[in-house]
């Protein structure tokens, strides 16, 4: 135990969060059993160090530990939690807690058994907490830990303190909120860079951005769809054939026979690797107003944009980059259909928008609004794309 105890305190030591995150206010903390699910490399161990540093110091009341240690394939986490609570412990941090066998069932065994003891633990995207895991069910509160907003990459890149805007603010008062952003920068000499390496974290390592992104890719594939959905490995060839031929064909809906074919399977199995890439944030499906899985989707895009970059640089078409920024940027809190004809996308199931790269034409529509690419300050129901990166 003492072992831990060391590594907790080196780790808390060591940990510097470049940007506080917004969820560290937004998680209900007084909970027993909470679970921060995020895509790998979005942060979510720093995240947890975070907390401990900010709550507790060095106390060794709160305990970070790791489910990749070897310790745990001999000792149970009831086992072990027991010995903390024993210690005085009443805070576990469990990073990775899918890579232990039947981990919703201990987790509910600790929770029944130490009522004293607060268990907060990481997880995949890809884990479906309470629909997957019944045992979990009235006890556990979700949270979703994403990558970087651009608000949070220019606080970072500029030192500034920039605050999130809700939609109906942005729509409603987007002059107002550019004429306090402008004075201090233009957020278009920031939006490039974003778009191509901003939303993980980890584009501040020193390190090839691409490369690391394209491992991490790999490894939400291998270890998160493959270990979670116990998928033998002999089909991971074919799940990675398909995602790259969703990036490479670009925004639209698929052809899923042609797909099906090309990486020798069924159309049903075609259907659930496309889930389980959605679940995994490599990919949003994109439907109709009223429709949703199993059905096709109208349209399937990239997570974010970064990944546009790595998997396929070659081809990277301007107007669905700006698409897909605002697609991922309002996928936190809103729900996101294919627009009617004319318009890019249906928002909430009322709002109408539509993307415009630099040399779109607008006719305005009264009943639509319209993002505007390399517009600094918007009027009316045109709006700068940037402001859309203030959401969170």
Same mark, same amino acid.
């Given at each position: ?18 940007? *506080?995150?917004?969820? !560290? ?6 909970? =027993? ?6 895509? *790998? ?6 995240? $947890? ?15 970070? /530990? +790791?489910?990749? +240690?070897? &310790?745990?394939?001999?000792v149970s986490l009831v086992e072990f939690a027991g010995e903390f609570v024993k210690r005085g412990g009443?805070? $576990? ?13 201990? $987790? =509910? ?10 268990? /907060? ?5 890809? !884990? =479906? ?17 994403? #990558? ?14 920039f605050t999130p805007y809700t939609l109906e603010d942005i729509l409603q008062n987007h002059e107002h ?7 201090? /920068? ?48 002999? @089909? ?7 995602? &790259?031929? %969703?990036?490479?064909?670009?925004? #639209? ?13 069924? *159309?049903?199995?075609?259907? +659930? @690797?496309?889930? @389980? $890439?959605?679940?995994? *944030? ?9 429709? !949703? ?7 399937? !895009? ?6 546009? @970059? ?26 996101? +259909? ?39 300050? #918007? ?5 700068? %794309? ?7």
């Amino acid at each position: 135990m003492e072992a831990f105890y060391r590594t907790h305190s080196y780790l808390v030591e060591h940990t510097s969060a470049p940007v *506080r995150r917004d969820l !560290m206010d937004e998680i209900d903390w007084n909970a =027993r059993l909470i679970g921060i699910k995020g895509t *790998r490399g979005v942060g979510k161990t720093t995240f $947890l160090l975070q907390y401990a540093k900010e709550k507790f110091g060095l106390d060794r009341s709160c305990l970070f /530990i +790791n489910m990749n +240690n070897f &310790y745990f394939s001999e000792v149970s986490l009831v086992e072990f939690a027991g010995e903390f609570v024993k210690r005085g412990g009443k805070v $576990l941090l469990i990073d990775q807690v899918f890579k232990l066998q039947d981990w919703s069932k201990a $987790l =509910r065994t600790c929770y029944e058994k130490y009522p004293n003891l607060k268990i /907060i633990f990481s997880g995949s995207s890809v !884990m =479906r907490l309470k629909e997957e895991n019944p045992e979990l069910n009235g006890i556990v509160q979700s949270y979703n830990l994403r #990558g970087f907003s651009f608000r949070e990459f220019l606080n970072l890149q500029t030192g500034n303190h920039f605050t999130p805007y809700t939609l109906e603010d942005i729509l409603q008062n987007h002059e107002h909120i550019a004429k306090t952003i402008l004075p201090h /920068i233009n957020p278009l000499n920031y939006l490039q860079d974003y778009i191509h390496h901003g939303f993980y974290p980890f584009f501040l390592e020193k390190r090839n951005f691409s490369e690391n992104l394209l491992k991490t890719m790999n490894m939400m594939i291998e270890v998160d769809i493959l270990l979670i959905k116990q998928i033998e490995l002999k @089909y991971l060839s074919k799940i990675k054939k398909l995602l &790259y031929l %969703l990036a490479v064909d670009g925004p #639209g809906a698929p052809n899923v026979s042609q797909l099906a074919t090309e990486i020798q399977t069924s *159309r049903a199995t075609v259907m +659930n @690797y496309i889930k @389980y $890439l959605a679940d995994a *944030r490599l990919i949003n499906m994109v439907y109709p107003k009223g429709e !949703m899985f199993p059905k096709k989707p109208a349209k399937i !895009m990239m997570h974010n944009t970064n990944l546009m @970059y790595s998997i396929y640089p070659v081809k990277v078409e301007e107007q669905d980059v700006l698409e897909t920024f605002f697609v991922n940027t309002l996928w936190k809190d809103h729900k996101v +259909n294919k627009g009617d004809k004319g318009t890019s996308f249906l928002v909430d199931e009322k709002l109408h928008f539509r993307i415009c790269s630099e040399h779109s034409k607008v006719k305005s529509n009264p009943n639509v609004y319209y993002a505007m690419h390399k517009m600094e300050m #918007g009027h009316g129901n045109q709006i700068p %794309l940037w402001l859309f990166g203030f959401l969170y």
